[in-house]
């Protein structure tokens, strides 16, 4: 399995609490992406970034929010967690160069309630 | 906008035989690349085969290989000799040659049966 990393695996919170999901990979890739997945659903690009200090949003609309400060470190915020926030969210890092294969990590499940 | 379709939310096979997951997508592109994700139940995402829309020659990875009609946009994946552990969500996935967004189908649950 690659070497991409997500914490915590599962998280569960109140209603307008403030989050942070970590995501850390140790492959030196300067692409990262966060998708979102519902139960038996497809997945949703939200946020993506090139390398250090850039960040893109992605198809879907998220109210979340995400820095690149480090190469191996991509982590997404919400600042005022709701219900309808409750998702499995899914980082992933590519190389820039090369055959466009996207590493997962295995996920953090979300339930706000 | 690209689309992917898969058609087919459940499939079962018996261990040993052969399964084939069914795939369209929708595109205005003549370059970009095609892809079968593998996710098991609370396990990583991985990446079981990758077709880039040049290439004439269907991709194989050992027992897994797809059937790729770029005239149809069609895209399956077969799996031969199943094995309990090919049991997942199967995912096609589409990518522009010259876009950074993986855009993905709704998956198709397989069921291995010993």
């Known amino acids: 399995e690659a070497d991409i990393y997500q914490t915590p695996r599962y998280l569960v919170i109140g209603t307008g609490k403030k989050i942070t999901l970590e995501c850390s990979q140790t492959m030196g890739h300067d692409k990262m992406y966060w998708y979102q997945q519902d139960p038996g659903m497809e997945l949703h690009l939200i946020h993506y970034?090139?390398?250090?200090?850039?960040?893109e949003k992605g198809d879907l609309s998220s109210e979340s929010t995400v820095s690149r400060i480090r190469t191996e470190h991509f982590p997404l915020t919400l600042e005022s967690a709701r219900p309808s926030h409750t998702s499995q969210y899914l980082c992933?890092?590519?190389?820039?160069?090369?055959?466009?294969?996207?590493?997962f990590g295995p996920g953090t499940r979300l339930t706000v309630t | 906008a690209q689309t992917v379709t898969q058609s087919q939310p459940e499939m079962s096979v018996q261990e040993a035989e052969t399964v084939t997951l069914s795939c369209t997508y929708d595109?205005?592109?003549?370059?970009?690349?095609l892809f079968w994700y593998k996710q098991p139940p609370s396990r990583q995402m991985i990446l079981v085969i990758r077709?880039?829309?040049?290439?004439?020659q269907n991709a194989t990875e050992n027992r897994f290989s797809v059937n790729f009609q770029k005239a149809a946009k069609s895209f399956s994946l077969k799996i031969s000799d199943s094995q309990l552990g090919d049991a997942a969500m199967y995912f096609c996935a589409y990518r522009s040659a010259g876009s950074e967004k993986l855009v993905f189908g709704k998956g198709t649950k397989l069921t291995v049966n010993p």
């Open positions: 992933a890092s590519s190389e820039r160069l090369g055959s466009y294969e996207q590493y």
């Open positions: 970034s090139y390398g250090v200090n850039s960040t």
């Open positions: 595109t205005s592109e003549s370059d970009y690349y």
């Open positions: 077709q880039e829309a040049y290439k004439q």
